[in-house]
């Protein structure tokens, strides 16, 4: 049985703990465990954080958020925006590693990076006059979904 | 976001102590980067970073750490990291961020750090 959640909220700094706390919530409630929902709060605090460092630069606009438990233990986050057009393709990762040196590293891409490792599934899309789209989906450690 | 800070006498100059307490986030990290500069734009470029009140560490917080130690070694100095707690240090070997820095236990060891590189 899916279970929808719904949350918008203005796309401004001050609003990212109240989404945290949505997301903690509704991660919560899948049956997720604590290391999970933390990975959960991480990505999408990061992808908040972009949404509104860049996609709503120069404009204002709201962060909608949609979380949906297809099943227990799976959590899918979608993170809705109209601002600027993003482009993951267009950010550089970062060449994480053992053999990583600090000079190696951009400053740049890291929260993309940051998302990536932190979700089992990451999934842009840009629609002209709907704006951006991110899927991101977590699954329970040791789930056999 | 409070912040405490502490100069350290060690062997061979000053270590600067700079702990921020609590979430290092995209609100708080600016905070942490005024704390940085401030040593750093005044000279001051042995630092240790005491990470054990941070109880959560954004992308925003780990480029304000990348930026200050180049700074930092820019200047002939470094910043080192201590006292981080199991869920910034899973973050930081989660994402390769342990090659990149020293990470001690406590602030007192990356000071004799300082101290013994003096030394050398």
Redesign the interface.
């Known amino acids: 049985m899916a279970q929808e959640q719904h949350l918008t909220v203005p796309g401004r700094?001050?609003c990212?703990a109240q989404i945290s706390d949505f997301v903690i919530k509704a991660a919560r409630e899948a049956g997720l465990s604590d290391?999970d929902i933390?990975h959960v709060e991480?990505a999408v605090?990061?992808a908040c954080?972009n949404v509104?460092?860049h996609a709503y630069a120069r404009v204002q606009g709201n962060i909608e958020l949609a979380c949906t438990v297809p099943e227990p233990g799976r959590l899918t986050v979608t993170i809705h925006d109209q601002g600027r057009p993003f482009d993951p393709e267009a950010v550089p990762l970062p060449p994480?590693?053992?053999d990583?040196?600090?000079e190696m590293?951009q400053?740049g891409g890291?929260?993309l990076?940051?998302m990536r490792?932190?979700m089992d599934e990451v999934t842009f899309s840009f629609t002209p006059g709907d704006g951006n789209t991110l899927i991101m989906t977590k699954r329970r450690k040791n789930s056999q979904l | 976001m409070k912040i405490v800070q502490e100069v350290i006498d060690v062997a061979g100059g000053k270590v600067y102590d700079i702990a921020p307490e609590g979430r290092l986030d995209a609100v708080t990290v600016p905070a942490l980067e005024t704390a940085l500069q401030d040593q750093l734009g005044g000279g001051h470029v042995q630092i240790v970073l005491d990470l054990s009140g941070v109880t959560y560490l954004s992308s925003s917080g780990l480029r304000a750490m990348l930026h200050a130690r180049r700074q930092a070694q820019a200047g002939g100095g470094d910043v080192l990291l201590s006292g981080m707690t199991p869920r910034v240090r899973e973050i930081f070997e989660m994402i390769g961020f342990n090659s990149l820095f020293h990470v001690f236990d406590h602030v007192a060891d990356a000071a004799a750090a300082f101290a013994k590189s003096a030394a050398a």
Do not use: R, V
């Open positions: 700094y001050e990212l290391d933390f991480m605090d990061e954080s509104i460092e994480m590693g053992e990583a040196t600090l590293i400053e890291l929260g990076y940051f490792k932190l």
